[in-house]
């Protein structure tokens, strides 16, 4: 990372939220409510919880490695060759993820707002404008996450609006589904919340990286907050049957609002907010692939890679799905697996063993 490029704890904190959330709002909620039912506000609860489990295993790796990337300290705590493979797994594992938020962004757009434009056409799309923005660099993707806030702001008021068609009866009975779908229902949001790992190559441009507790923490229950009023809302508006049956529930929720036959078709103002939080999310991960690739080849400058990197990751979103079902469905029942056990659990949590039984070896 560029030594000159630094963000503030406020900024950290946006980034982190805008790292996870565009995505879960579009699919999110129908995912996990086909799944927990009319408990899935349970799951969002149970996820944040877990979440910060994870938030709190990254930043002890941030702490006990103050200045360094995900990359470096993982070499450091298993030795070149083993931290080479593991980071090479961890920039896989970014391409793949970009890909799938620039098909799922690319699906979006096809499907909800312009049909008759090819997919292909918002993949590469939006896959120039964020190299644009990483050969721009960190710090500019951090600052332009700012209007991110402000979008956001206006989207939880037009959210709240939308909540006079609430029916609260449509969340009862608690636990009717049953501790297991439950249980098996935390398991998408956690996916998400886990993405909070990838801040692990961002840390060094921290202003006080003694702060990251308090960045994770409070990022993880922002988003959390988010996912369960998103999650209840579609309960409390469509009911669990229908509201799991759609593909973007909360862009239907407000597209419902209609105040006085004046105040209406405020989708759109959803939609600005999702396509510029999509794009700012693409050139998060996209940025962190390249940071990591210009790590395993050694290379001083990482901007001369960003525009091959582009290419795989474009090609790969052509390639991984058939179509915004498949992609559901994957999302759904490969996705948090192969996420959560692998990279944003797994991998944390071998290095943090690592490194604790080196550090007793050390003191003793």
């Not at 959330?21 to 408990?39: E, F, G, M, Y």
């Not at 969002?44 to 470096?72: C, D, H, Q, W």
């Not at 990838?198 to 923490?217: A, E, G």
């Not at 229950?221 to 209840?232: Q, S, T």
Request: glycine share 8%; aromatic share 14%; net charge neutral.
């Amino acid at each position: 990372m560029p030594e000159k490029e630094i963000i503030d704890d406020k900024q950290a904190v946006l980034l982190i939220i805008n790292m996870i959330l565009p995505t879960a709002l579009l699919s999110l909620p129908a995912i996990t409510i086909s799944i927990a039912k009319r408990d899935a506000w349970i799951s969002a609860v149970l996820a944040t919880g877990m979440g910060l489990i994870i938030g709190r295993l990254v930043s002890s790796l941030v702490m006990n490695f103050p200045g360094k990337t995900f990359y470096e300290f993982s070499e450091e705590i298993l030795g070149r060759f083993f931290g080479k493979i593991v980071g090479i797994f961890f920039i896989w594992w970014l391409i793949h993820t970009c890909s799938e938020i620039v098909r799922e962004y690319g699906e979006f757009l096809s499907t909800a707002i312009m049909p008759d434009t090819p997919i292909t056409v918002f993949l590469v799309v939006s896959a120039i404008i964020s190299a644009y923005a990483v050969k721009s660099g960190f710090e500019v993707l951090a600052r332009f996450n700012l209007l991110f806030a402000v979008l956001m702001g206006v989207f939880v008021l037009v959210f709240a609006i939308s909540f006079m068609n609430v029916k609260f009866a449509r969340l009862l009975p608690m636990f009717d589904t049953g501790m297991a779908d439950i249980l098996k229902g935390t398991l998408v949001p956690l996916s998400w919340m886990g993405e909070v790992v990838v801040f692990s190559v961002f840390s060094p441009v921290l202003k006080n990286c003694r702060s990251v507790v308090r960045i994770t923490d409070m990022s993880i229950l922002l988003v959390g907050l988010h996912f369960f009023i998103g999650i209840a809302g579609v309960l409390m508006i469509f009911g669990p049957e229908v509201g799991s049956a759609m593909m973007y529930p909360v862009f239907n929720q407000v597209r419902m609002i209609s105040l006085a036959n004046f105040i209406e078709r405020l989708d759109y103002i959803i939609f600005m907010s999702w396509v510029i939080g999509g794009f700012i999310k693409i050139g998060i991960f996209y940025f962190a692939a390249v940071i990591g690739v210009s790590w395993m080849f050694g290379l001083s400058d990482y901007r001369p890679i960003v525009f091959p990197v582009g290419i795989i990751i474009v090609a790969l979103s052509v390639l991984i799905h058939e179509g915004i079902v498949n992609q559901l469905d994957f999302l759904k029942n490969t996705w948090p697996f192969y996420s959560i056990i692998v990279f944003e659990a797994g991998i944390p949590l071998l290095l943090w063993l690592v490194s604790q039984i080196k550090n007793r070896r050390h003191s003793a």
